[in-house]
């Protein structure tokens, strides 16, 4: 692991959503998800309702079940309903629906709740960490990355 790289812990989306809300202020943001390569897209357990997918299925054009079986799985352990993911060369592992080439939603319009309001608060602890890095490596594309 390069020196330049640190540990974040990854935590549940909905539950940082819920104590994030409890915070939040109605300020400018003080990050940029433009500029983010979608880190908290990459969070393990990313929670959607019956409605989320009812709105995946209507922006794909295609009946509730088909939007339920390929873009969610439930998580037995949680025992919730969750975005499916797909490979990513940064974190791991990432969002079924996120463009890991040009790093960005792909159903920006249809997304669920969760991805709406996250990270809630005027302040996203991964994009601070992202600027620090960058300007360490004087590369403002440069991906932080939180594996050990
Ligand atoms: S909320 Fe934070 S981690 Fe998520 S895309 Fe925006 S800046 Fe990146
Ligand atoms: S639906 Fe879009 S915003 Fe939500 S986790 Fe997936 S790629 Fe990210």
Same mark, same amino acid.
């Given at each position: ?18 104590? /994030? ?8 943001? /003080? ?89 809630? /608060? ?27």
């Amino acid at each position: 692991m390069p020196a330049t790289q640190r540990r974040i812990i990854p935590i549940k989306l909905v539950t940082a959503v819920t104590a /994030a809300k409890k915070k939040a202020k109605k300020k400018k943001p /003080a990050y940029d998800c433009r500029k983010c390569p979608g880190y908290c897209c990459s969070y393990p357990l990313i929670e959607v309702n019956k409605r989320d997918v009812a709105r995946l299925a209507k922006h794909f054009e295609i009946t509730y079940e088909q939007a339920e079986k390929r873009y969610t799985r439930y998580d037995k352990s949680e025992k919730a309903i969750a975005l499916r993911r797909q490979k990513d060369k940064h974190f791991g592992h990432i969002c079924k629906m996120f463009d890991t080439k040009k790093r960005q939603c792909t159903v920006y319009e249809a997304r669920p709740g969760v991805c709406r309001e996250y990270p809630v /608060a005027k302040t996203c602890g991964y994009y601070d960490f992202l600027e620090f890095e960058r300007d360490q490596q004087e590369d403002k594309k440069f991906v932080a990355t939180t594996n050990s």
